[in-house]
């Protein structure tokens, strides 16, 4: 069992910056592929960044250029920094821990996450 706690959401005007904080326990973190999906009203939750276990990041066309995935192993802790938020950022954001396999060819499908986080609301006014 692995348990997700996410921290950092809020309100921010459209061009502001946010960075998300996702604290993992009960499995050691540093062999924990992790990703970030965010899920609008009315919409399907979808992929946004995912980090391996090695430090391979990957990321939706809709956030490459703003959004960066990070980790820290030592404090069990993975990030979403983001900039230039734009209204249809807009969402709930989850972390997820992936079930490892084939990561690197199925990091981005919602499936292959075992474990989700309670999620934080991300507002972004016009």
């Known amino acids: 069992q692995v348990q997700l706690v996410e921290s950092g959401g809020g309100l921010v005007q459209a061009g502001g910056s946010l960075r998300l904080s996702c604290v993992a326990s009960g499995r050691t973190f540093s062999s924990l592929n992790m990703g970030w999906f965010r899920q609008a009203p009315g919409k399907e939750r979808e992929f946004v960044a995912a980090?391996?276990?090695?430090?391979?990041?990957y990321s939706a066309d809709s956030a490459k250029g703003r959004f960066t995935i990070s980790r820290d192993n030592g404090k069990n802790t993975v990030y979403l920094q983001m900039n230039l938020l734009k209204p249809e950022d807009t969402a709930v954001y989850y972390c997820?821990?992936?079930?490892?396999?084939?990561?690197?060819?199925?990091?981005?499908?919602?499936?292959?996450?075992?474990?989700w986080g309670q999620g934080t609301q991300v507002t972004v006014s016009s």
């Open positions: 980090i391996g276990r090695t430090g391979s990041q």
């Open positions: 997820a821990v992936h079930n490892s396999r084939v990561f690197t060819t199925r990091y981005d499908r919602r499936s292959n996450y075992d474990y």
